[in-house]
């Protein structure tokens, strides 16, 4: 009863916001027709979860103190060695909060050079992922041994549970998308990775206990607030983890609401080639494009050798997580959060394409994507 509670003052809080705060008039989704009008205009598209190896978060990433042009430029140069035509890159709304001025031009900046090497980013918005306690500020060393043991959540536990923060959190998605929302550097908008996940294994103690209730009522207006923008770029939410047999009838609602309200259809897949072609093709009876935004995890099943040329068969796109190992630490396993990696390495790298001196972790995976993406 309390969770109902919560929702249904929620959703009315937010239903207020809306009506009071009109900013521009909404952009229905898209059609079936436009969104792969669309996709036609693309090559396929191929890239890596980005975050430079100097930044262990987001926050870190684009705060100004430990912004770092040049690191970037040299990374993403060697993501145009491979072929790599996109990367999908975390934003949070603490950094508009902070300083939106700056951080529209640090957004620039970036553009700039990722457009330089013929990349262009797909943005995230928000990420119910790992820690729910984000600052801004300087953030902790990594957690020696420990897979991404600094990344953090947008919006916080604390944004998340405080409605009266939710025009804050409005302000900063249009400011944003509405900053960039012509421009052709962008390649799409992600408004809000895995909005379902729980972090059981990780901050189990610091997640709200009614975080799926909270979420629920709010993706569908993060999709409406991007829409006021009208952006010329298409919005996507990517489903992860779902059963798709057999046709998705048992589909929970925030992966629903994320099919519903995406342009184009986005997934996660960490599993065997087998199934990521069988998701695929549950997904293809959208009729809208298909985007794969995460996959790639070595020691599971999902490897570049086995997905890749799946992906450029079914002329879906594929962004790898992990570009460059760096002080995220996803070359290490999600189980190091229960066996730390301290003493040992694991046998095998579980993401990152490259080390941070900028050579392959293994030469037959870098050589097989340029040969598929058409660079050798």
Not at 10 to 25: E, H, R
Not at 91 to 100: R, S
Not at 221 to 244: I, Y
Request: charged share 20%; proline share 8%.
């Amino acid at each position: 009863m309390k969770n109902l509670k919560t929702v249904v003052m929620t959703a009315a809080f937010i239903a207020i916001c809306s009506l009071a705060n009109p900013v521009w008039a909404q952009s229905p989704r898209w059609p079936e027709q436009k969104a792969n009008a669309w996709y036609a205009q693309q090559p396929w598209l191929v890239g890596s979860n980005y975050t430079p190896k100097s930044a262990i978060n987001q926050l870190e990433m684009w705060q100004e103190a430990t912004f770092n042009p040049d690191e970037i430029d040299k990374e993403l140069s060697w993501a145009e060695s491979l072929g790599m035509n996109t990367m999908r890159v975390f934003l949070h709304d603490l950094l508009w909060q902070q300083d939106a001025s700056g951080f529209q031009k640090r957004l620039d900046r970036f553009l700039t050079i990722a457009s330089r090497h013929h990349i262009r980013p797909m943005f995230v918005l928000f990420d119910s992922c790992w820690d729910p306690l984000p600052h801004l500020g300087p953030q902790h060393p990594p957690i020696p041994g420990v897979h991404n043991s600094g990344w953090v959540q947008s919006p916080g536990a604390v944004a998340l549970a405080d409605p009266t923060q939710y025009p804050r959190l409005k302000a900063y998605v249009q400011g944003v998308v509405g900053a960039f929302a012509k421009d052709d550097r962008i390649l799409a908008w992600d408004v809000w990775n895995e909005p379902g996940a729980d972090n059981a294994g990780s901050y189990a103690k610091q997640e709200l206990k009614d975080k799926t209730a909270r979420v629920i009522p709010l993706l569908p207006q993060v999709f409406a607030w991007a829409r006021e923008a009208n952006p010329t770029q298409p919005l996507t939410s990517g489903v992860c983890c779902v059963d798709t047999s057999p046709d998705g009838a048992n589909l929970p609602e925030i992966q629903q609401i994320q099919l519903r309200e995406s342009d184009v259809v986005t997934f996660h897949n960490y599993s065997w080639p087998e199934y990521f072609k069988q998701e695929i093709a549950w997904l293809k009876k959208s009729n809208r494009p298909v985007i794969c935004t995460e996959y790639m995890a070595r020691s599971v099943g999902s490897t570049f050798d086995t997905i890749l040329p799946i992906a450029k068969q079914e002329h879906v796109g594929a962004i790898n997580w992990g570009f460059v190992a760096g002080k995220t630490q996803t070359n290490l396993p999600w189980e190091s959060w229960e066996h730390p990696y301290i003493h040992s390495q694991p046998s095998v790298w579980f993401h990152e394409v490259l080390r941070p001196d900028g050579t392959p972790y293994r030469q037959a995976e870098a050589d097989l994507i340029r040969r598929l993406t058409g660079k050798q």
